[in-house]
């Protein structure tokens, strides 16, 4: 029997097995583990793949498991595996197809032998694609997808990310999706699969940018708020009089409560500056206000005005703030090689708490009767003709902007039905672009939840809904009657799942707040340009995305423990918490300083000679040169400066030679979205998906972040406009024509016309 791993949390009871040896797979093993499930991680003999690559990061994405030492290579040891698996709930691996084929772990096979077990699985591309053979290397990935030409940068062409936003959002996809065939399972019986990829997760946030439409709503001004054709969506970071840089989360002049903070500190020049904004023309203006003050004065001033702003950080700086030990979003763990760390916690707060179970490799499988259970359950396998693993769960969505929505998307994803609730004039978030790229697949209602009429229809939604989602802050959510306390009372079985800035408790709890804000505070703005160089904004709204997949994870979980023990609980999850856990490449060591962790040169082209892209005279090549053959073979190519034996070969001509060494490599493609829409490939496998919407005509968008074996594909698919199913949502909650009329009357909906 599986070893007792947390009395009552979400996944207590659920037996998993880990095969994993990349960041994604590891981490998402590693969040069901302390979400109460008991994880063995098979090690080969010679030890952990993953540590001896990222030590620091290792510790973090391994811990909470058991292990087990199997020599798979030589096969002598794959009757024990066989053993395990037959004896598990769940598989979680990271082989590419024809890996997995030669171990006996493919789909089919797994199928056959192992009908009752989930398969999560992550790589680097899709099973479809054709590089689904090639490493699962972050930096190729970025490369090959076309990302790299998105963000701005230091210097003019692609630019290298350092934050590994592609492994970190497939590491949620995975997690997300074995947690909804878990909550298949258990409503239906029904047992699938679930893949996804670093080329799928890389797509995450490029579905807030990456569309092509016939044409945009009036409501949005700017037809490109993200992506780097748009300068000004970065003119947000200034240097205070102390050196200390502050991001604002939109330029000023944007908030309409920034004049009184200039008032405030007497600038009248900033007053009146302050009626045009920040632009390229008058940044340097505005840049000479922001060196009158120090940062703590700045900081005070907008926060007292509800402005969001935030001081720029180092990575792991906020490890000991007071704002992140309030919410419990790190850990001390006494590590057998590190000694005693300060590590990142769980994206996500549950009830039950997540649970740290120990340090990485240091509690080990000693029989296999001691894992798992000796008739594990499991009904049919999922087929076509299946229905999907959420069908029939109604979720509401009163998110506004982008993290909320983004996390309630995917739920619909996955088959629930989810109702988006908004203002009469709608969420905030349509006057962007990202609105397109977060609400796929929901209903419209338009109610003015302020109104006294609205509190019956209001109290029928919740009554007959299974998940309430929604980013409102606290104050305002209890008097809405949409915090947890006042949910309950509606409806006891309702899953709550709630999206902050920076969580439920400590000093900036009731502040707002942005990805930028998000960003500045867990050091990324910092991590992503190299040493000497200014902060700057990673313009994908990572955090934006990254903290609305925590929260679908941390829902679908709770869906589970409600499912299984008849208990409803809530997840709660935040910006702050999210940029934390993707900082858990590093920790703080016993003396207290963080781990220094490899960093981007100031060019932003990599880490080092052996991980970067390099420039060719056609264009631009990356490489991921990870052994000393590898290394060898590079330099022989690279020439002596590194790079000049590139530069005068065309990107063609390079990569052949390149891959002829066994160099991993992969072209940086560069102005991407016609060519990714257009690719038939991409539209047959559903991550380029063309809509048809009342607002915007006939629109192409980004999707398909899973590979959902064995389920229907969702057929009626759109963006709703504000209020298009009004009626309909009302009506299923057993309002008739008049009725509808009379609340139209009255101002709390929408005329139904």
């Not at 970065?234 to 409560?257: I, K, N, P, R, T």
């Not at 700045?298 to 950080?313: G, T």
């Not at 009429?453 to 009657?481: F, K, M, Q, T």
């Not at 504000?722 to 609340?743: D, I, K, T």
């Amino acid at each position: 029997m599986s070893e007792p791993v947390g009395d009552g949390q979400c996944l207590s009871g659920v037996a998993v097995v880990d095969l994993t040896t990349t960041l994604s797979a590891a981490v998402a093993a590693r969040l069901l583990a302390e979400a109460g499930a008991d994880v063995v991680r098979v090690e080969q003999p010679g030890g952990d793949e993953l540590r001896a690559a990222a030590p620091v990061g290792a510790a973090s994405w391994n811990r909470s498991k058991r292990v087990v030492a199997l020599d798979l290579a030589g096969g002598s040891d794959r009757g024990q595996l066989d053993m395990l698996l037959r004896r598990a709930d769940v598989l979680v691996h990271d082989l590419t197809p024809a890996r997995a084929a030669e171990h006996g772990l493919d789909a089919a096979a797994l199928a056959a032998g192992f009908p009752h077990l989930v398969v999560g699985t992550v790589t680097g591309w899709p099973a479809w694609h054709p590089r689904a053979e090639d490493p699962a290397e972050e930096i190729l990935v970025q490369a090959a997808s076309g990302v790299m030409d998105d963000q701005q940068g230091n210097r003019e062409g692609p630019i290298f990310t350092r934050m590994p936003f592609a492994s970190w959002c497939a590491a949620f996809l995975l997690t997300g999706g074995i947690a909804a065939r878990l909550v298949q399972r258990a409503r239906t019986g029904v047992v699938g699969n679930v893949a996804t990829s670093l080329f799928q997760g890389v797509l995450v946030p490029a579905a807030l940018y990456r569309q092509r439409s016939d044409r945009l709503p009036a409501v949005i001004e700017q037809p490109h708020t993200l992506p780097k054709v748009w300068p000004g969506a970065s003119l947000s970071l200034f240097e205070c009089a102390d050196g200390v840089w502050l991001q604002l989360a939109g330029s000023l002049g944007g908030w309409v409560e920034s004049a009184p903070v200039l008032e405030q500190l007497a600038l009248a020049d900033a007053v009146d500056l302050s009626e045009s904004g920040v632009t390229l023309v008058n940044l340097p203006r505005w840049q000479a206000i922001f060196c009158r003050q120090d940062s703590d004065t700045w900081f005070a001033a907008f926060n007292e005005v509800d402005v969001p702003c935030m001081l720029v950080r180092d990575l792991g700086a906020c490890f000991t703030d007071e704002q992140v030990r309030a919410n419990d979003y790190v850990v001390e763990v006494d590590d057998p090689e590190l000694g005693r760390t300060v590590q990142a916690a769980a994206p996500f707060t549950l009830t039950p708490p997540c649970r740290v179970t120990g340090p990485a490799g240091a509690r080990r499988l000693t029989a296999v009767t001691d894992f798992g259970h000796d008739d594990a359950a499991g009904g049919p396998r999922a087929t076509a003709a299946s229905a999907a693993p959420l069908d029939g769960i109604t979720v509401l969505d009163f998110g506004s902007m982008i993290a909320s929505p983004f996390g309630a998307q995917c739920l619909a994803d996955f088959g629930a039905r989810v109702v988006k609730v908004e203002r009469l004039d709608g969420d905030r978030g349509r006057t962007l672009t990202q609105f397109g790229g977060a609400n796929r697949h929901k209903q419209s209602l338009a109610i003015d939840l302020k109104h006294p009429d609205a509190a019956e229809p209001l109290r029928r939604l919740i009554a007959a809904a299974d998940v309430v989602v929604h980013n409102i802050r606290a104050g305002a959510a209890r008097r809405l009657g949409l915090d947890e306390a006042s949910l309950r009372a509606a409806n006891p079985r309702v899953v709550f799942g709630h999206v902050s800035a920076n969580g439920g408790r400590g000093p900036m709890s009731g502040y707002p707040g942005y990805d930028p804000t998000a960003q500045a505070l867990t050091g990324w703005e910092r991590m992503n340009v190299g040493d000497g160089q200014d902060p700057m904004w990673m313009r994908n709204s990572v955090l934006d995305v990254g903290g609305g997949l925590a929260s679908f994870v941390g829902t679908l979980l709770q869906l589970y423990r409600r499912e299984t023990t008849g208990l409803a609980g809530s997840a709660g999850s935040s910006l702050l918490a999210t940029g934390l856990t993707i900082a858990s490449e590093t920790a703080l060591g016993p003396d207290g300083t963080a781990y220094r962790t490899a960093q981007v040169d100031p060019e932003q082209t990599g880490t080092g000679p052996d991980h970067r892209i390099y420039r060719t005279r056609t264009g631009w090549v990356a490489v991921a040169a990870r052994t000393d053959a590898q290394r060898r073979a590079l330099r022989g190519i690279a020439g002596v400066p590194l790079g000049d034996g590139l530069a005068g070969l065309d990107a063609g001509e390079a990569l052949a030679r390149l891959a002829a060494a066994g160099v991993p490599a992969a072209p940086v493609r560069e102005d991407q979205t016609a060519e990714f829409f257009d690719d038939a490939l991409h539209r047959r496998n559903g991550v380029a998906r063309r809509l048809d919407a009342a607002d915007y005509g006939s629109i192409e968008v980004v999707g398909g972040f899973w590979t959902i074996d064995g389920t229907a594909t969702a057929t009626k698919e759109s963006i709703p406009a504000c209020g298009e199913h009004s009626a309909e949502v009302l009506a299923g909650v057993g309002y008739g024509a008049a009725e509808l009329q009379r609340l139209a009357a009255a101002g709390v909906l929408a005329s139904p016309a």
